[in-house]
């Protein structure tokens, strides 16, 4: 199950209509990097992702994630300490009767998830992101 709610977003880098959105993306990935939807937790693969690599922005490709920046938070959604900087933006978020950051992608302005004042050293953040606006790249010769 998805929750999302639809939201126009400014201009950035990369722009494609929704139409090229809805075709270049699978359903599930439109409704959270499009539509600011919400994953299952504990449903992506990426949770249990150990190598070392970058993970970037299914709907660009942006590079936005460091792998050694993942921790495992127990939320059941991929956490990070810190972004790759420059790629990634905050937006405040208000939806759901509460106040929250929202991140996304600072080339296409997909939708990743949230971050919260909660994570370990060296940052306290806990960037609690939606597996499936993530693609991930292994670093050559990166062993699981």
């Keep these: 199950m998805f929750f999302s709610k639809k939201a126009t977003t400014p201009d950035y880098p990369i722009q494609r209509s929704d139409a090229e959105w809805r075709a270049s993306l699978p359903p599930e990935v439109y409704k959270v990097l499009r539509e600011h939807g919400t994953e299952r937790p504990h449903s992506s693969p990426l949770n249990a992702e150990k190598r070392d690599g970058v993970f970037a922005c299914a709907g660009c490709g942006t590079e936005v994630f460091a792998a ?70 292994a670093k050559e010769g990166s062993a699981g």
Excluded at 74 to 89: A, C, L, R
Excluded at 124 to 132: A, W
Aim: with cysteine; proline share 6%; glycine share 14%.
């Design 68 to 137: 050694d920046t993942k921790f495992e938070s127990g939320t059941g959604w991929p956490s990070f300490t810190s972004t790759i900087e420059g790629n990634v933006g905050e937006t405040a978020d208000n939806s759901l009767f509460m106040r929250r950051v929202e991140v996304h992608c600072a080339a296409c302005g997909g939708h990743l998830g949230h971050v919260f004042p909660d994570g370990p050293a060296p940052t306290g953040q806990r960037y609690c992101i939606n597996g499936v606006s993530l693609t991930f790249r």
